[in-house]
């Protein structure tokens, strides 16, 4: 006999080999049809999986997230399932559940096609009709590698597999997997699905092995859920950075130079200019003080700091020696500027009483990004950071980072009303300094956010190399979610850089070091408010705040006059007097996303007023003196408005 605990701390016992499938019928019909699977002492497991031991058990539902991951692997199991029987001899790789989703690789001919995947979504549903069970199977190693003989990818995965670890397939129909699990209890559950696309996909993600092909799904348990997803894909779609930056003249990359560097044409550079000047002003405001440094620099400062070899994935390879150097002598383009402002803070003796030092600089830095990863403006190359870097004693870390929390909702939630979810990233595998200063390190971000009354996650391991970090995420207006500002408490490179400051004692002491960025990086931060605003941008950030559109030639000099008077009240203006019909021009100014549109009239011109149209107000028009417009405007520029 075994234990059985429920979740609401009632006990019962068990035979030996009963499932929780067995379990859920003896609490309850309904709750026998309802079950997808169960929580076994904290795992997930198939329903039908006997008990051999005393256990925790709860049985999921549709109303469990976790049930949600289970539907979504047996799903890319019955994706594989229609896979072989349209394309036999397809080689299987992976199919995990992924966020929304699920997707599995498989090693064909040629890519797949949408009209494969029309038909492959079609005999998924013949599959999940035909209500196969899902049955799991513990095999010896053996028996997995007779199992899988004309797999190569799966007796690859087998070989890796440790002698202790026990070796699992789960048959539906007649489809074979090696899998851990957990599944569905049959393919008849499975009924709100979609293939989304298909792309190439590196095996096991390593450019230097074959290509695959990766097919992406969703799947959910209410049609109500699966629209509502398909709605904000097809939202996201119509808001994707790369279409808008070409449709509104903002940004390029060009192959001639290479992928993941940026040109900021007029438009967008006057976007990356005023968020540059937003957070400059902000620290000036707050104590900082402005620095520039090299963009290459001999490679030995790396090693100093411990990039070399900890990120030396991410970094270019070296350059050749400069001019009348030692031919040894290697450069690098920097990665981070990190260990250049710590130059800067041992360039000089340092006293307790000078603490806290605040650098900031908004610097380019290039990082070797695999070209597969690269994406728009969210993953580049070449990366304009907001950086800056305090050092202070220990006693004023908790304060700082009150400063640098302080910064991220002025000028992340504030001016752009996101919601933000924060994490405590901690130590990775491959780091710099013992346990203890990561024990003291990760404590006290915690303890900052703990009495600033900020709600956090833990990311275990997602650490940078030198130090533990709060990573700041933003939701946007489909409820994405985006890396943006990151604050990082940093003991090691203080100590591999010996910097110092003099304390009351008279003694040197180790300041601690905290690196933050409160957009994270400009192209990442503008590609995400491309896609937040649908290229709309608030008055103050919009590229072109006003166009003006006389009416006929007869105001074209008024027109141009009024846009002098709008310039010199520093606003950004734009005359459209082309020979095109007023409607033709106003739909123009609607396609760029102009703010405001001001129509001029002899009656306007007259009376020196104008006929404003409203981003977003349809055909509406309304007559305000000039003044009054310029009142307007210039106070929702002062105020960073989100209107219109």
Not at 109 to 116: E, G, I, L, N, Q
Not at 546 to 574: F, M, N, W, Y
Not at 595 to 621: C, F, H, N, T, W
Request: glycine fraction near 6%; charge should be negative.
């Amino acid at each position: 006999m075994v234990q059985v605990t429920l979740p609401d701390g009632s006990q019962r016992e068990a035979a030996a080999g009963t499932t929780p499938r067995q379990i859920a019928e003896s609490i309850g019909p309904g709750l026998a049809r309802a079950a997808i699977a169960a929580r076994v002492n904290g795992e997930i497991w198939d329903l039908d999986r006997p008990l051999d031991t005393d256990a925790s058990v709860s049985i999921l539902t549709e109303r469990d997230p976790e049930a949600l991951e289970v539907l979504r692997h047996s799903s890319a199991h019955i994706l594989a399932t229609a896979v072989r029987e349209l394309f036999p001899n397809a080689g299987i790789g992976f199919g995990p559940p992924i966020e929304d989703g699920f997707y599995y690789d498989f090693q064909v001919d040629r890519p797949f096609t949408p009209d494969d995947l029309a038909r492959l979504e079609a005999k998924m549903a013949e599959v999940a009709a035909r209500d196969f069970p899902f049955v799991r199977e513990v095999v010896d190693r053996t028996e997995a590698n007779r199992r899988f003989a004309d797999d190569p990818l799966k007796l690859e995965r087998i070989a890796e597999l440790g002698d202790d670890e026990t070796i699992t397939v789960y048959t539906d129909g007649p489809f074979v997997d090696l899998c851990r699990g957990p599944h569905i209890p049959r393919t008849g559950r499975l009924k709100h699905f979609k293939l989304l696309n298909a792309a190439g996909a590196y095996w096991r993600g390593d450019e230097k092995r074959q290509m695959l092909q990766r097919i992406y799904g969703t799947a959910w348990f209410k049609k109500e859920d699966l629209d509502a997803y398909l709605h904000r894909l097809e939202e996201a779609r119509r808001r994707d950075h790369r279409v808008l930056g070409k449709q509104l003249d903002l940004f390029s990359i060009q192959e001639v130079v290479g992928p993941g560097l940026v040109f900021w044409h007029p438009k967008g550079a006057i976007i990356k200019w005023l968020l540059s000047r937003a957070v400059e002003d902000d620290n000036v405001r707050s104590g900082y003080q402005l620095v520039y440094t090299p963009n290459i620099t001999r490679e030995e400062l790396f090693r100093i700091s411990g990039h070399l070899p900890l990120y030396e994935a991410n970094q270019y390879p070296p350059m050749a020696a400069g001019h009348e150097e030692a031919e040894d002598v290697r450069y690098r383009v920097k990665p981070m500027n990190c260990p250049m402002h710590a130059l800067i803070y041992r360039s000089q003796q340092r006293s307790y009483r000078d603490l806290p030092i605040r650098l900031s600089e908004v610097a380019n830095v290039y990082r070797n990004e695999r070209s597969g990863v690269l994406h728009g403006l969210l993953r580049v190359r070449g990366l304009s950071m907001d950086d800056a870097h305090i050092f202070c004693t220990m006693d004023q870390v908790e304060d700082e980072i009150f400063l640098c929390l302080d910064q991220v909702d002025r000028l992340v939630r504030q001016t752009f009303g996101f919601e933000l979810d924060f994490e405590v990233s901690t130590r990775p595998l491959e780091r710099l300094g013992d346990d203890a200063i990561w024990d003291r390190a990760e404590a006290m971000l915690k303890r900052a956010l703990d009495r600033k009354e900020i709600p956090y996650r833990v990311d275990e391991g997602g650490g940078a190399f030198y130090g533990p970090k709060i990573d700041i995420k933003f939701r946007d207006a489909i409820g994405r979610l985006w890396q943006g500002p990151t604050i990082q408490l940093d003991f090691n490179l203080p100590d591999r850089f010996e910097l110092e400051y003099t304390g009351p004692d008279n003694k040197p002491h180790r300041p601690a070091m905290i690196h933050r960025a409160i957009y994270g990086t400009l192209e990442r931060f503008i590609g995400n408010l491309i896609e937040h605003f649908a290229g709309a941008f608030p008055v103050w950030l919009a590229p072109e705040q006003v166009r003006v559109i006389p009416i006929s030639d007869a105001q074209t000099e008024a027109a141009r006059s009024l846009a002098e008077r709008l310039k010199s009240a520093g606003l950004r203006v734009h005359v459209d007097d082309r020979s095109e019909t007023l409607n033709y021009r106003i739909r123009e100014g609607e396609m760029q996303k102009v703010p405001y549109m001001a129509v001029l009239g002899q009656r306007e011109v007259e009376s020196d007023s104008l006929a404003l149209r409203i981003r977003g107000a349809g055909k509406k028009q309304e007559v305000m003196p000039v003044n009054a417009f310029l009142e307007r405007i210039q106070q929702e520029v002062r105020s960073r408005s989100m209107v219109p």
